[in-house]
């Protein structure tokens, strides 16, 4: 829980949706504002001859104009909701993320703790094998067994030695992916695991997925990116004022309304495209909703699997193993080759060991995935 955290607090993928979300925030506040208006001055006809003297024509003027521009059908409430919900996606996004950030640094602690006792059993394992490498070196001199199967058991010490190597790497590399992920220096973590309790209603986890959810917010935004497309189609009306002073003239105003012609279908071509747009979001989600429902059952299937096989490896096949541990220690009294028998079962005992780990490891697993699917 306190490596999720670290990851939670210092991920600046995290950080970056926030600061996204806050973006789209402030698009949102200036889409709804008005352009501002534009003042103008500006003096007419003047004559090369005599620029100084403004009382030779009647269109020798000084004007000052004002002018702005109006939104009309909405425009700016729409162009403000689309930002709004552009914000909304970002912040389902980092909901997404949270929880995909949740589910991989779970599974790789998880990884991590069960691969380090496996290394602790293969370590076991390897120092049985050479205990088993004297008896037999023993038994071979004495002409009880053949040279293969001494040269069989160093194979599997040397096979052991490998793997043991490659179980260490795994370690660090996960410990390395951890601190990738939580910018924090890992160096060991707890070996304590529970198994918690999942209950996991599918189709509702699914439906309220931030996932689901943020592609639901995108047709959304797209829905009202085809609302601005229809009102676009009411063009704009630019309004103007004008003040004119003339010399030894009256004085007069002037007043001008202005708008685009609507005749090029711009806006027609820009809805149908939005209108596809929302055809392939909404395949997008039904493809989504369908792969995550599948997925978390997969998951709950192979935490269900698991959970059996380790009631299996528990109840019956440990159980066996130290019978004949037992059985094996009363028949060494009376032979050599029996005593070997008691290695070649702790063999076996300490490989259900490490099955019961690889079940382990894969129930885990499951739960750390299963926790994308969970708040």
Same mark, same amino acid.
């Given at each position: 829980?306190?490596?999720?955290? /670290?990851?939670?607090? !210092? !991920?600046?993928?995290?950080?970056? %949706? *926030? ?24 003096? !007419?006809?003047? /004559? ?46 980092? @909901?997404?993320?949270?929880? *995909? ?5 779970? @599974? ?14 293969? =370590? ?5 094998? /050479? ?37 260490? %790497? ?32 599918? !189709?509702?986890?699914? =439906? ?35 003040? %004119? ?49 599948? @997925? ?8 269900? *699997? ?24 009363? %028949? ?26 690889? @079940?382990?490891?894969?129930?885990? *697993? ?10």
């Amino acid at each position: 829980e306190e490596v999720v955290a /670290q990851a939670l607090r !210092n !991920n600046p993928n995290l950080q970056t %949706y *926030t600061l996204k979300a806050h973006k789209y925030a402030l698009e949102a506040e200036r889409e709804g504002l008005w352009n501002d208006p534009v003042l103008g001055a500006g003096i !007419n006809d003047i /004559q090369f001859e005599r620029p100084f003297e403004r009382d030779l024509e009647p269109m020798q003027t000084h004007a000052l104009t004002l002018s702005q521009r109006i939104p009309t059908a909405g425009k700016t409430d729409l162009k403000s909701a689309i930002s709004d919900e552009s914000r909304n996606v970002m912040l389902l996004g980092r @909901e997404t993320y949270k929880r *995909t950030l949740r589910s991989k640094v779970m @599974e790789l602690s998880y990884r991590y703790i069960i691969t380090a006792k496996k290394s602790e059993i293969l =370590q076991q394992r390897i120092s049985n094998l /050479q205990k088993m490498h004297t008896i037999m070196t023993y038994l071979y001199e004495s002409s009880k067994i053949d040279r293969p199967k001494l040269l069989q058991n160093s194979s599997r010490i040397a096979k052991n030695r490998v793997a043991l190597q490659k179980l260490h %790497y795994q370690m660090r590399q996960s410990l390395l992916q951890l601190e990738k992920l939580t910018f924090t220096p890992v160096s060991t973590l707890s070996d304590t695991l529970e198994i918690p309790e999942i209950a996991l209603d599918i !189709n509702q986890s699914v =439906q309220k997925h931030p996932a689901l959810l943020a592609l639901k917010a995108q047709i959304t935004r797209n829905q009202k990116q085809i609302s601005l497309q229809e009102a676009r189609r009411t063009p704009d009306v630019k309004v103007g004022v004008g003040y %004119y002073q003339r010399d030894g003239r009256p004085d007069y105003m002037s007043v001008n309304f202005s708008m685009p012609l609507k005749i090029r279908g711009e806006e027609k071509i820009a809805r149908r495209s939005y209108l596809t747009e929302e055809k392939i979001l909404r395949l997008k989600l039904k493809n989504l909703a369908h792969t995550m429902r599948k @997925e978390a059952q997969n998951l709950l299937l192979s935490l269900h *699997t698991s959970k059996q096989n380790l009631k299996i490896i528990d109840r019956r096949l440990l159980p066996l193993s130290r019978k004949l541990d037992k059985l094996f220690r009363i %028949y060494a009294r009376t032979r050599d080759s029996h005593t070997l028998n008691i290695y070649q079962n702790r063999d076996d005992y300490l490989k259900l060991q490490l099955r019961k780990l690889d @079940e382990t490891l894969q129930l885990f *697993t499951a739960i750390s995935k299963l926790s994308y699917y969970k708040d």
